[in-house]
């Protein structure tokens, strides 16, 4: 467990005052175990308090002097920051930092916000809220928890750009204690830190998903957080104290001195026993504890998260997810929009290769062009390709910017997304096809040695894979997709989190058919999914043949470890076991003995 103590006056004389407030308790989810005790400092929406002022003609050029000297100060503070962790945490967590750099360049909030400035002469508070709000808007319609993700991130640059613009008033919000825990609405990596010597003990916030950045450097740093507490901001004010049991998923506000007590003792208990070590990851290959080794390519949806792939030394990108330009605007992208971010992509990359897959989007997106209403059940309707053949213009612009942005010398591979049976992934290759054709006739350099393969993740499609190998060139396997519907469990709901935690001995069969059904076929097979990376369920899926797998960077460290922690021929020797079991709670024993042993690994020095 890891214990966090505030040694600030005001903690330590919360600890023994009695609260003039009834105690209360809010249950979460815990993000990172441990305990926390200390005062509360809040932290609001930055967006919500800026100018929204305009500017006269003469005034504009200061504005935009005043933002890139904003956008350099965010710079120096974020490697500034960088600088701070190193030693601290996992060089490969200090990299999700390079996700916010990434975003302080980007051409597309750069120009946004100097339009704003230049057209519409907002102040530059105001530009940057309403950029920032627009994106963080068009994500939180999406039913789609990366992409909310990706507007955290983007939300966390454009405050830090905005504290930088000036500094404090005496209007601004009341600075913290010395050592606090931060309050806030949402995860937020921009509030995690303090430069200035103050520390955050513990962190308790209403929203916030398990693997968003600021969740994994919450865990890397070893501060105790709980999130999905509900009615956090209106029921706990600044300066009252509390106790962030994340242990439990539990925060106490104003508990009895008892109940204080209690906890200052096991939190004294927990200073003698914790070490404070961090371990060090290697560069060596990813390979089982009895020397397998298993292939890691990224998982991507934007180019800060090919960047990060890259500096780790991942070999390719094995799945892109081409969602996010369909997303930021109320139109279809041009097509040499497409263009353009495609060869950004292959540019970053520098030869090693990439997997894009074909948009898959439904209903619930709210995109007008390929739904004119959200439909009763989105997840099982028009989505993925069934969606990309009904509109088949929008399916051939993304074949042509794929295809023009992959040039000879590129290694390039398009997946068919949401596939039921082979007469959808025919139409697919009849359009790749003619676009192909199309692009020769024209004189473009496009290659001709695009890879077409099938995403495996609905029922139908894992059960009929044989019909597909013969008309692929790979398979995607969506281990958390599949779970999903074959499970009729929705992932991303609290509620259902156990489904999900423990491998499901039904979702294994079929993953297991489905392994060697390629491997009959001598065909590559990559599975993704957050899910497939748990320690629960990993062990099983090296013991089901699977030897290539994709993830998201943030999460490839804790990948490394836990392969390190497999025994590849006990997990061999343990799946006919799980695979002749009826039901989850038959195969917790075997599930539970790979996480002790990962346990065991992960208190190692």
Do not use: W
């Not at 026993?273 to 934007?302: W, Y």
């Not at 009763?376 to 009904?390: D, H, M, Q, S, T």
């Not at 692929?472 to 709901?493: I, K, N, P, V, W």
């Amino acid at each position: 467990m890891t214990e966090n103590t505030s040694t600030s006056e005001t903690a330590e004389e919360a600890l023994t005052t009695p609260s003039a407030k009834r105690g209360f308790e809010l249950r979460g989810t815990t993000i990172t175990p441990g305990l926390a005790l200390g005062v509360v400092h809040r932290k609001g929406y930055d967006l919500e308090r800026a100018n929204q002022g305009r500017i006269p003609l003469d005034e504009i050029e200061q504005e935009l002097n005043r933002f890139h000297a904003s956008l350099r100060s965010s710079k120096v503070q974020l490697d500034g920051l960088k600088e701070s962790l190193r030693g601290r945490v996992p060089a490969e967590h200090i990299q999700v930092l390079d996700t916010h750099i990434a975003y302080l360049r980007d051409s597309v909030f750069l120009s946004d916000v100097e339009n704003l400035i230049l057209n519409e002469q907002m102040c530059l508070e105001a530009a940057i809220a309403k950029v920032i709000s627009d994106f963080d808007r068009i994500f939180r319609l999406v039913e789609n928890e990366l992409l909310r993700e990706r507007a955290v991130d983007l939300r966390d640059v454009g405050i830090r750009v905005l504290r930088n613009l000036d500094p404090p008033g005496e209007d601004d919000e009341a600075q913290p204690p010395k050592d606090y825990i931060l309050v806030a609405r949402e995860l937020s990596i921009v509030d995690m830190f303090q430069l200035d010597g103050r520390e955050v003990l513990g962190i308790a916030t209403e929203e916030g998903g398990l693997t968003s950045h600021a969740a994994i450097l919450a865990r890397s740093m070893g501060v105790p957080t709980v999130t999905g507490l509900e009615g956090l901001c209106e029921r706990v004010s600044e300066g009252e104290f509390v106790i962030v049991d994340a242990t439990e998923g539990v925060l106490r506000v104003n508990p009895d001195d008892v109940v204080r007590a209690q906890y200052r003792e096991a939190r004294a208990e927990g200073d003698s026993a914790d070490s404070g070590v961090i371990p060090v990851f290697s560069e060596e290959a990813f390979r089982t504890s009895d020397g397998t080794t298993i292939a890691v390519h990224a998982s991507c949806g934007n180019l800060p998260e090919v960047e990060q792939a890259i500096a780790m030394g991942l070999p390719g990108v094995g799945l892109y997810r081409t969602e996010l330009l369909y997303l930021i605007d109320k139109d279809q992208p041009s097509l040499e929009s497409l263009v353009a971010h495609y060869s950004a992509v292959l540019e970053e990359l520098g030869g090693r290769s990439v997997t894009f897959r074909l948009l898959d989007v439904d209903s619930s997106y709210g995109i007008h062009y390929l739904h004119d209403a959200r439909e009763p059940n989105p997840a099982l309707g028009r989505a993925g390709v069934r969606v990309l053949i009904e509109r088949g213009i929008v399916m051939r612009r993304q074949l042509e910017a794929i295809m023009r942005a992959a040039i000879d010398g590129t290694q390039v591979r398009i997946a068919v997304p949401f596939l039921t049976d082979v007469s959808e992934l025919r139409r697919v290759k009849e359009a790749l096809f003619d676009v192909r054709s199309e692009l020769q006739r024209a004189g473009h350099r496009s290659s001709l040695d695009v890879q077409l393969g099938a995403v495996i993740e609905t029922p139908a499609a894992a059960l009929g894979v044989e019909s597909l190998l013969p008309e692929t060139d790979f398979l995607l396997l969506g281990y958390d997709s599949l779970a999903h519907y074959l499970l009729a469990a929705d992932r991303e709901t609290h509620e259902m989190g156990e489904v999900f935690t423990t491998p499901h001995p039904i979702v294994l069969r079929v993953v297991r058919d489905v392994v060697q059904a390629a491997q009959q076929a001598d065909q590559p097979l990559q599975v993704f999914g957050a899910g497939a990376l748990q320690p629960s369920v990993l062990p099983l899926l090296v013991g089901a043949g699977v030897t290539d797998l994709c993830a998201s960077p943030v999460l490839v460290a804790e990948v490394k470890k836990v392969l390190a922690a497999i025994d590849g021929e006990v997990a061999r020797d343990a799946l006919p076991r799980v695979l002749q079991a009826a039901c989850q709670a038959d195969i917790l024993p075997t599930v539970d003995s790979f996480l002790r042993s990962y346990d065991g690994l992960s208190s190692d020095p």
